[in-house]
């Protein structure tokens, strides 16, 4: 089986500390492909794209300051060329966005492509309350996992203890189960 390749699509605080987790953890597993691109919402910062900065001084100086990302992250300013290849998709923007970055995604990804979304929050839309997830999932149509926690991105930057939990939903085995 091929080494699955990883993307993460965000790079603030919370989508740089995971990139520094998954980044290193790549590297460990011969099950996915060793270099992670991490979609990058172009900067300027003291005269110098933030892209440029996170893949040459390896740190995302606005949001992360004082950590050190993997050399096997890529930041990448086009979300067409981050996804691209992608079989796993970690979602780390502000839940405002989600949707629109969906439909530029959508073109880019292909059949058994997963997602994970690590985004707070809700949509309230003319059809009430909508889930991320639910937003990912229908607009991609992939299936979609939620990795959610009290945490604090420097602290998962810290490499500190932190709880989480991975919600996933198997349509599979819910109606293996189903009575009748």
């Given amino acids: 089986m091929p080494a699955k390749k990883v993307c993460i699509v965000g790079s603030g605080n919370w989508g740089s500390s995971i990139a520094k987790i998954i980044g290193h953890n790549v590297k460990a597993s011969n099950r ?3 270099m992670v691109n991490m979609w ?3 900067e300027m910062i003291d005269g110098r794209k933030l892209t440029e900065i996170i893949n040459t001084d390896h ?3 606005k949001y992360l300051p004082g950590h050190t990302l993997p050399r096997n992250v890529v930041a990448v300013p086009d979300i067409s060329e981050a996804v691209r290849g992608a079989k796993i998709l970690v979602f780390v923007i502000p839940h405002q966005f989600i949707s629109k970055l969906c439909d530029q995604i959508k073109p880019h990804i292909s059949e058994g492509t997963i ?3 690590l985004i707070k929050g809700i949509d309230e ?3 009430g309350l909508k ?3 639910d937003i990912i999932r229908e607009k991609l149509e992939i299936e979609v996992s939620v990795l959610m926690g009290a945490n604090i991105a420097s ?3 810290d490499e500190k203890f932190c709880e989480t939990t991975i919600g996933t939903f198997c349509l599979f085995s819910c109606q293996k189960n189903l009575p009748g």
């Fill in 32 to 34: 996915f492909d060793p």
């Fill in 155 to 157: 602290e998962v930057a």
């Fill in 59 to 61: 740190q995302n100086v």
């Fill in 131 to 133: 889930l991320i997830s």
């Fill in 115 to 117: 997602g994970i979304s």
């Fill in 40 to 42: 990058v919402y172009e």
């Fill in 125 to 127: 839309g003319p059809d």
